[in-house]
Structure formats: C-alpha cells, structure tokens
C-alpha cells in the first residue's frame, strides 16, 4: 500500500501479526526483518510509495517470509535486487526450506538455480523439458536444454509462452552449502567499436546511446554505451526478462531511461518521447504487435495510414488505398483487400503489415523487439529480409531476440544481455552449451 | 451480420423497455394501450407535441454528441451536465448585452457558450493527461461545481434586477429564436444541433483528425508506439466534447428559457450520456437515441396529464435501456462476437 507506511505494511504482511499492536512493536518489526533477512528495508516511518521499487519488492518479500509460511511462492523475486541482496534472500530461503517450508521459485535465472535449490523443473513455451534434482545436473546441461527449448519450433498458439525454470525448495533435504552467492556477471559493458569514430562526428552514428539505463532496473545496474552506424545491424540476445526489451523500449522513447539517447543529431528526452524518436527518423517494431504494433480494429488502409493519414479536410481515400496496395504488395502481406481489419490478419501477416508500415518512411533505424516470435519459417525469413534490405538502404537496425539460432541469421553483430549488462560481441561459431552459459548469467 | 446486430439490439431494448413501462401503468390503475397512446400522441400526435419533442431534444442531441467525441477517443466526459450549465451561463451572461444584429448576436452567444463549455472541462482533461486524474471523478465533481456555481451567478452577478426569482436578465426579443412553425414551440436550435451531428459524423468517419482519435480510442498503447499525440488528441476530444455540451446549454437560453435560473439543466448531460451509450458512440445512432429520449419525455408529461400515470416513470426508460444495451453488448463480447 504506497500511502501507508513502511512499519504499517510489514504489519499487515505479516501474518503472524497480532490484530492489535502499539505502534512501537510495529517499529521493533521491521529492524528485526532487516536483520533476520540482511534486506535494506527503509524507515518505518517511511511511506513506501515514496521508496524506490527495489525497496517495495523487499519489504514484500520480508512480508512474506515474516509470516513463516508451509508453502511460499516467488515469482521472479530478484528482478530489482543487487547481487549482495540476492545472495541475501537465499540466504533466507534455505533457511526456512530447511525448517520444513516447501518453496517454489519461478526465475529466468539459471544462476539462481544452482545457488539453493533442491530440485527444478524446466518449462519451455508452456512445457514440462525436465525435472530432476539439482544434484543430477549441471548449469551446461541446463543451459543447452534451455537453448533448444526457446529454438524450437513457435507456433501462434504459443507465441506468449515464455521459458521459465521452476526451482523448488523442498522439506527436509540437505542445504547446498557454497552453492549460494551471485553469479559472476559476464559483459561488464566495453567501450563500443564505434566509440572513436563517434567522437568524432556524433552524426556519423545513426544511433548513439551512452551512459544509459533504462527505467527500473536496478540503481546498481551497469550503464550502457554503445552505437550503430548507417548499415549496422545489431542483435541484442537475451532470455525475457535481461532487460533487451527494456533497453529496445527505452531507446523507442516509450519508456524513460538516464543518460544519452541520439538517434540520428537528436537527442531524446530521457523522459521517453515516441514523438521525438519518430521526429529522429526511428521506427519501432514492438514485441506485442496486437497491442502496440496496430489498430486491430481499423482496417489495413487506416492502418498503413498512421501516424499521419493523407488529406487536408478530408482523409485521401483513394491515396491511402493506394499507398496500402502498394505496400501490401512489396511486403506480401496475404490479405482479401485494404479494407479488411487488421485484426483478422494471421499473426506473421500483422507482423508483415507493422513492417509495410514502419518501414515505409525510410527510417534512420529500425527498432524491433522479438520481429519474428510466433511465425513460421517462411514468414520469420521474409521479416529478417526485410530488415537486411533496410539495412542496405543505409538505416541501422537494433534486433531483440531470446533464439540464439535465429541471432545469427541477421547476420549482423550479437551481443549478449544478462541482468541489463551488455555482452562483447559473440562470434558466429560460439557453441550451443557457451552461449547457453553466456545468456543464463554463467559466464563463458 | 454484425450491421443488424447494431442495429438490432437497441431497437429490442426500446421495444422492451416500452412494454415495461406500458405495464407498470397498472400500477397506477391505467390500461397499459391508454398510456402507450398517451404517450405517443403527446411526443408525436400533432404539431404541439413534435414542437415539444423537437424542443427537447436540442440539449439531448447535442449533449449526446458530445459524449460520442469523448467515447470515440477513449475518454469518458461525464461532466456534460457541467459544461451544458457553463455554455448556458456564459449565453445568460453576455446575452443580454448585446443588441444590434440579431444573426451577430446570437453567434457571438453561442460561441461564447461552446468556449465555456470547452473551458469547464479542459481542468479534467489536463489533470487527466498530466497527472493520471481519473476524468470519470474529476467532470463529475466539475459538475456539482458548476451548479453551485450557476445558482450563485443567479442570485449575484447575473441577477435580473427587476424580478423578484433568483433569474438573470432575459435575453432581447430580437435576439431568442423564433419558432420554427406555427403550433409548435420548437426552435431553429434544432437544426444546429443536427447539423453539429452531421458534422461530427464526417469529423470522426472522414477526416484525418477523426483516424487519429479513433485509433488513440481503439488502441492507446499502439496509437503511442505509432507515434500519434495520444495526450494532445485526448485533450482534443475532451475540449470538443465539453464545446458540444457547452452549445447546447447556450441553445438552451437562446431558443428555449431567454434566461439562466436555478436550477436549470434538470439532468439534460446525463440524458445525453446515455443517449451516446445506446447509440454506440456513433453520432447519427446516438442522434436518434436522443430524439427517442427527448420523445419519451416529451410523451410522458402528456400521459401524466391523461391516464395520471407518473411521468418520472418514463424517467426510467433510458436507464433501463442503456444497462440492457451494455449488457447485451458485454455479452456479445464475451460470445467473441
């Protein structure tokens, strides 16, 4: 509850509580939970929507293990803690697993995994790829399993499943002792290859980005630079929820970020400006193309029209059923007619339109978050085609992906993101098991 | 299929809604028929009762456009009600200033009250845009204001001295609306309201403006990655909406009552609210929810008077009709139609 207080909050957290409690043993509770959990939990007397979101997400998680739960669940509780708070929260959680809670914990993060667990259970695109106790398997094998999984063959049905790893704690098994502690964090950020040129002329660059991190990561995130010059193509590889899809919506000015964004000679405000980012000459291809890539319910034409429909007075029917045709056709989007709903295109179609849209304008660069997720092969290489050809024409291209094959099929630089840090650029040849080392936060 | 669907349901609901009331007259000890009669000579049975009709429905018509604009661009005005009384008072107050022209006059009225009406909404659209305010609690809390506030205005600036009520000063003769035809009490103020229907119409369906706020009402998350000025757009549709509401009220004193009293709007934005949820928020549908409302009224002060069956039980019509509509529509939505 943001207008309640830290102390308040806890109390109501905690179930364990007693219904009636003086303010001062509300006080004594939330050091006792700070210490007991080595989490940094604020004062009492502060109001927690005043607090940052990593603070919030531990006095949540000092919440929950207050109340000494049999059974406690975590969904991807370490997103917004540092590496000492995580090491921290195991800490806590072996122990309570230990005093006979059986605890599940659903991450991305392989690393976190081998820090406690007892067994796991592998999920990918919504199933079941192993099971077994952590004793029987190593971070390789997992990380190979996890690679293969997100490689496999979408579908739309399933185009918003996402892998996950499932890690349970369980009653009565023995503590992995030395197990716990954070993952060496791979890809501290390196000056970027195009660092000398860019300070020579900024606009050399189409996109410029330097000392940058997007909004809620955490505060200890290392700060990002890097560049694309005209035909660079870049590929951001990442499992959901590195961070790639923040820093791609970031840079789209959708979401705000510190530091410098330039596409082009403009800077954008770091409050997030979509505007200022079109304005630049940048195009967006977003990850959900049902929510933010079109107008389900205007037609192809409309559709294809935005952001700034032809006509003085009226809308220009006849150019903007032009213009569809034209564009319908170049991109091979199957469709009856410009005046059928985008709605009830097929998911690789919508995918094609977004492009016949975003890349109609000649843009400086192409920012596209997962372009291919949930096509099938003909429609993912005609989506990576359209890109090379932007590409050509002189426009740097930013590619967020969690498949390594497909990575490479850009055929253009990849650098790995774990927990918001940007990897070196990874050589083509890189075997399955590093990569998978690479993406899951293990280190090479 | 989905065309007489539109089309369907809310004649249904109005056919339903009808039958309801014709049988709650027996709780008033009259024949259903009688009152039905009643209640279609009184809004449509000679030129008295068009007048009548036509007379009404002005605010409810205008009001309802302005709410289709509002919905059309994903916004929810429900302080028409507010804006119609601050349109009105603004004509209550410069009215009677001014002689002269008649046609400059009642221009200068009206845009003086669309000015106001836009002006009285645009403190909820900013706080909306800027500050995440819900509009629903903020026009809705700006109307209780502006009924204070015109009910002050009445009894202080604008305060006919010469009456003994709580009025403002009437409008010149030369200036209010003539009637539009002999019998009936009806006013060209009707023709400006359909015809600001017409022309929102093709705003919304044929303009470039109109293909931005449909697509930031349909879609606000891809309008904003597409790169259209979702807030600046909201502000728009809020401001035109608020101008609509706001011509009505000065319609209202132009072509009705001369003159601003207290109280003076009687649920007029409310009743055009509905009018736009029964039409779809599409303004012609929404313009023939409004005639029917401003009809239902219209007959039901005449079966009052005839079968003495309650006039405030026709008040229950569009009610009943717009939750029918809405539940028949989230229905259809959860059928994935």
């Not at chain 1, 929510?291 to 009226?314: K, T, W, Y």
């Not at chain 2, 004193?253 to 009293?261: E, H, K, M, P, S």
């Amino acid at each position: 509850m943001g207008a309640a207080s830290v102390a308040d909050n806890l109390a109501l957290l905690d179930r364990n509580a007693p219904l009636v409690e003086s303010a001062r043993a509300r006080h004594a509770r939330v050091a006792r939970l700070a210490e007991a959990f080595g989490l940094e939990l604020g004062g009492p007397d502060d109001r927690v929507d005043t607090l940052p979101v990593g603070t919030r997400q531990r006095i949540e998680i000092a919440g929950a293990l207050a109340g000494e739960p049999d059974v406690l669940i975590l969904d991807e509780p370490t997103a917004v803690l540092s590496p000492d708070e995580t090491a921290a929260l195991f800490a806590a959680l072996r122990k309570q697993a230990d005093a006979g809670a059986a605890i599940v914990l659903i991450t991305h993060r392989l690393a976190e995994v081998f820090s406690g667990a007892d067994r796991l259970t592998l999920l990918a695109r919504g199933k079941t790829v192993k099971q077994c106790l952590i004793s029987e398997t190593t971070a390789a094998e997992i990380g190979g399993l996890l690679i293969a999984g997100s490689g496999a063959e979408e579908t739309e049905k399933e185009e918003r499943e996402e892998e996950k790893i499932f890690l349970e704690g369980e009653e009565g098994r023995e503590p992995f002792e030395g197990r716990r502690g954070d993952a060496r964090r791979p890809g501290a950020t390196r000056p970027s290859k195009n660092a000398a040129r860019s300070a020579a002329g900024v606009a050399a660059n189409n996109l410029e980005v330097r000392n940058f991190r997007a909004a809620g990561t955490p505060p200890k995130q290392e700060l990002l630079s890097f560049s694309l010059s005209p035909g660079e193509l870049l590929v951001l590889l990442a499992i959901d929820g590195n961070g790639a899809d923040a820093i791609a919506s970031a840079v789209a000015g959708l979401t705000p970020f510190t530091g410098e964004v330039r596409v082009g000679r403009a800077a954008l405000p770091s409050s997030g400006d979509p505007l200022a980012f079109r304005a630049a000459g940048g195009a967006f291809v977003p990850a959900d193309r049902r929510e933010e890539g079109l107008v389900l319910d205007l037609d192809l034409a409309e559709n294809l029209a935005l952001p700034d429909p032809p006509g003085r007075f009226f809308l220009d029917r006849a150019a903007m059923q032009t213009h569809a045709l034209e564009r319908i056709v170049a991109f091979a989007v199957r469709a009856p007619s410009p005046s059928t709903r985008a709605g009830a295109l097929s998911g690789g179609n919508q995918q094609k339109l977004v492009l016949a849209r975003e890349l109609a304008r000649s843009p400086r660069l192409v920012v596209a978050v997962h372009p291919t997720r949930g096509l099938d092969l003909a429609a993912s290489a005609a989506v990576r085609a359209r890109l090379a050809e932007a590409c050509a024409a002189g426009a740097s291209v930013l590619v967020v992906t969690s498949d390594p094959d497909e990575a490479f099929d850009y055929r253009g630089g990849v650098r790995v993101v774990t927990r918001g840090a940007l990897s070196g650029e990874v050589a083509g040849g890189t075997p399955p098991a590093a990569l998978g080392r690479l993406m899951a936060g293990l280190g090479a | 299929m989905s065309v007489p669907r539109r089309v369907l349901v809310p004649a249904a609901a109005a056919a339903a809604a009808l039958a309801t009331l014709a049988s709650l007259a027996v709780l008033a000890d009259a024949s259903p028929l009688e009152a039905l009669r009643a209640l279609a000579l009184g809004s449509l049975g000679s030129r008295a009762a068009i007048g009548e009709t036509l007379l009404r429905s002005t605010g409810i018509v205008l009001t309802a456009a302005g709410a289709c604009l509002a919905l059309r661009a994903g916004v929810l005005n429900i302080g028409l009600e507010g804006q119609f009384l601050a349109g009105a008072a603004a004509a209550a107050a410069v009215g009677p200033a001014l002689a002269g022209m008649p046609l400059v006059a009642r221009a200068a009225i009206l845009l003086a009250a669309a000015l106001a009406g836009a002006l009285w909404v645009l403190p909820a659209a900013v706080l909306a845009a800027k500050r995440n305010v819900p509009e629903v609690l903020s026009t809705i809390l700006l109307n209780l204001i502006a009924a204070t506030a015109a009910g002050g205005l009445v009894r202080g600036a604008l305060r006919d001295p010469a009456g003994d009520y709580p009025q403002s000063r009437a409008l010149p003769d030369a200036v209010r609306l003539e009637p539009l035809f002999s019998g009936g009490r009806a006013t060209a103020a009707v023709l400006v309201a359909l015809l600001a229907v017409a022309v929102l119409a093709v705003l919304i369906a044929a303009t470039p403006l109109g293909l931005k706020l449909r697509a930031v009402g349909l879609a606000p998350a891809a309008a904003r990655a597409i790169g259209l000025a979702d807030g600046r757009l909201k502000v728009l549709a809020f401001a035109g909406s608020g101008a609509l509401a706001g011509l009505a009220g000065g319609l209202e004193v132009l072509g009705v009552t001369g003159r601003l009293y207290d109280p003076f709007a009687a649920g007029v934005g409310y009743t055009g609210l509905a009018a736009a949820l029964l039409g779809q928020a599409q303004p012609v549908a929404s313009a023939f929810a409004g005639l029917f409302f401003a009809a239902l009224g219209a007959g039901s002060s005449a079966m009052q008077r005839d079968t003495g069956v309650p006039a405030a039980l026709a008040a229950l019509v569009p009610g009943v009709l717009v939750l029918a509509v809405l539940a028949a529509r989230a229905r259809a939505g959860r059928s994935g139609s």
